[in-house]
């Protein structure tokens, strides 16, 4: 067994580049290889991971994956069939691509790269039973685009994509019925109802969270049913006590 593991350990560090590290995911063993000079995933994406619902042999497709981390996250602990993550910055998705073979998972999370409006060609039209996202959060032009490098801000500023597109790209991929999770700030949530109704996608669900009690909503966990008939559950507010070290 020891000499299993070392060689299974050899065989992960052998797909670490200059500079990369194996971050644990705390969870059935898996690791994450996380590059300090792109975006590294914040605890947003944690907890649409949490809020996602995944049941026995569905299909899952995560929009703008990053380096994997919902698809990893959901491969842990969902029955998902086949989750495929897509993502534009290559870096990015070479990092992606090397966790899931580290942890075995190549055969069952597949990474694509490329733009989320065209993924539709590579995975299937309403191909989808479940989408993620963890978009971009800002327009383009507003807020403080401060940041240390610039994968960071393309993952936080609308650049490469909005909330337009982001939806018109999910709803390309659901089946009729199939469900859309996504996190977002929560002074969009006009314009995140506008898009999905355009789109034929329902906001079914509904979940404010809340850095501290005192403090208001800053992010909101959505969950959309494409078709879906109107009427939205409104879940307690999610109060995350310690600093989270969010998008903002």
Same mark, same amino acid.
Do not use: Y
């Given at each position: 067994m020891q000499d299993f593991e070392s060689d299974k350990e050899r065989t992960s560090c052998a797909l670490l580049l200059p500079g990369e590290r194996f971050?644990?995911?705390q969870i059935k063993g898996l690791r994450i290889i996380q590059n300090p000079r792109l975006y590294c995933f914040s605890s947003d #994406?944690?907890?649409?991971?949490?809020?996602?619902?995944?049941?026995y042999n569905e299909t899952v497709a995560d929009l703008g994956t990053g380096s994997g981390i919902i698809a990893f996250l959901l491969a842990a602990r969902t029955k998902a069939k086949l989750i495929y993550g897509v993502e534009l910055q290559e870096g990015l998705y070479d990092t992606a691509r090397r966790s899931a073979e580290a942890n075995g998972l190549d055969g069952r999370v597949k990474i694509i790269r490329g733009d989320m409006r065209e993924a539709y060609k590579a995975i299937g039209q309403e191909s989808c039973d479940v989408v993620t996202v963890n978009p971009p959060y800002r327009k383009e032009g507003s807020g403080d685009k401060s940041a240390r490098n610039e994968s960071t801000r393309? #993952?936080?500023?609308?650049i490469d994509i909005d909330l337009q597109g982001v939806i018109e790209s999910a709803a390309r991929l659901l089946k009729f019925g199939g469900r859309l999770y996504m996190i977002h700030q929560s002074q969009r949530l006009d314009d995140i109802f506008k898009c999905a109704n355009e789109h034929n996608i329902a906001v079914k669900t509904v979940r404010l969270i809340q850095p501290t009690p005192e403090k208001p909503p800053h992010l909101v966990l959505i969950e959309g049913v494409r078709g879906g008939k109107s009427g939205v559950k409104v879940m307690a507010p999610l109060i995350i006590s310690a600093k989270i070290g969010n998008r903002e």
């Open positions: 971050d644990d995911l #994406a944690v907890l649409l991971a949490d809020f996602t619902r995944v049941r393309r #993952a936080r500023h609308e």
